[in-house]
């Protein structure tokens, strides 16, 4: 249905998008994920038709959008838009919601209903006669989806939507797209800078790294198997260590500093790599009771901190490279493991997710 192809664009000689390529599908929704200044907004912003790309192809429904002011016309009105700040006019709730219907000669008996069934949808029934401007954020928020949804567009974009919530609102909101994108088959492209979002709602994830998608995946591809280095330590993977194949026979052995790793990754002797662990696949017992097990790594260390994260602790072990693991407090308590702790940190070789370097 939405086709980037080698989308680009440049701002005063700045390339901030450097060839953008996607494809979303109908009743899709597609996260597109990455850093601050990554150029989220300036993609969907181009998708809505808000700026001109300097290179590539927007194509919805095959049609080429930029480069025919018809259709663009055409493809705007199936469209809605939501920003990160959200932007209400200063009138009440129920004339901020109208604005689309009224621009497309819809009748007034029809606008109200209409907008008081948005309204009862985002959860703000009743509010037809507030002021659009004395809401909270996360009522406005909703009030702009509302806008957005009322007028049923087939593709349904969002800037960050849920930036500067607070996380009932963000709640509430990730409620509501999942059911218009259920209930109304709408395709739905929006931004985040957070994962986990991108995670809970998306059936597929773009990463947008220096100025193209890094990675294009379902979510479980895209934290289970990053693409690259970059794209690990984006989705949060802890432990990424740099090392060099040195045998591949059946699991390949690789060496990471003088500390030799075992992986199920099929890999050729000398290729440079990235070991990518994710810190609650370590597991950390006292030195005393470790044990190795084939399909096993285990590695011998000390703990040098133990810092608390909401219900868990990142304990970190120097084992000659350095691991991070993620253990509730319980088990930190029942190993008896403080910082100076000769430990053991094992994991599972197949849980050594491998990224080619260079
Ligand atoms: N109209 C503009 N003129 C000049 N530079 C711009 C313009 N719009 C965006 N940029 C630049 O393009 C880059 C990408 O910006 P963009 O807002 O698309 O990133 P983003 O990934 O949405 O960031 P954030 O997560 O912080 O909102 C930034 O360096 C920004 O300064």
Redesign the pocket.
Known sequence: MIELEGVRKS??G?E?LAGVSARIERGEIFAVI????????????LIDLL?TPTGGAIRINGVDIHANREESHRVQRMMGMVF?KPAVFNTTVAENIAVGLRFRGIKEAAIKAKVEEALAVVGLAGYEERRARTLSGGEMQRVALARAMVIEPEILLM??PT?NLDPVSVEKIEELVVRINRDLGTTIVF?T?DMYQGQRLAHLIGV?MNGRFAQVGTPREVFTHPASREVARFVGIENIIDGVVVASNGTCAVDAGGVRIRTRSPLTPEELVSLCIRSEDLRVTPAGEATTAPGKNTLPGIVTSIVPRGPFSRVTVDCGITLSSILSWKVVDNLGIREGSHVAVSFAEESVHVVRRG
Request: charge should be negative; charged fraction near 30%; glycine fraction near 12%.
């Open positions: 701002f005063d700045k901030v990455g850093p601050s200044g990554s150029g989220k907004s300036t993609l969907l912003r700026d990160q800037d960050e930036a931004s800078h947008l």
